[in-house]
């Protein structure tokens, strides 16, 4: 998908990488919703569950990676606070985009926790959560005409 948009305009394919990963993960709490609670008993909806959030995970990271935006990983968090530690005045660098650099792991951990907080309360919030989150961005990245 992310070839095929070279020749797209950047936030089109942004848009339909985001649309894509939105569908996946909506689909993933539909396959989440469809069972108990404990998915080690039904291992086919656990490798359901499983496939549909990787495979929107690595279009996210495919997207960003494509985007190129600097200081901002969405799975490489260590490399992000590395950057900020080994970049910083206490360790003799500028502080290149530190505020990002920042931003970006804020989030990263606001992101866990809320993460972790909605598991405790069920499977399907999770998915669902992120793919309205990204369905949002889907539509705000669509190119105005």
């Not at 020749?7 to 469809?34: D, H, K, M, Q, Y």
């Not at 990002?100 to 951990?109: C, D, G, N």
């Amino acid at each position: 998908m992310v070839a095929r948009a070279e020749t797209r305009p950047r936030l089109g394919w942004a848009s339909t990488a985001f649309g894509v990963e939105a569908l996946l993960l909506l689909c993933a709490a539909a396959v989440a919703a469809g069972g108990s609670e404990d998915l080690l008993r039904d291992p086919g909806r656990l490798y359901g569950l499983i496939v549909l959030t990787a495979v929107a995970m690595g279009i996210r990271n495919e997207v960003v990676r494509k985007l190129a935006q600097h200081d901002l990983t969405t799975t490489v968090l260590t490399l992000t606070i590395t950057g900020l530690a080994a970049d910083s005045s206490l360790a003799g660098g500028s502080n290149p985009g530190w505020t990002r650099r920042a931003s970006s792991v804020a989030l990263m951990f606001g992101g866990a926790a809320a993460g972790a907080w909605l598991v405790r309360h069920s499977l399907v919030l999770p998915p669902a959560c992120l793919g309205l989150v990204s369905a949002i961005c889907a539509v705000a990245a669509r190119p105005s005409r």
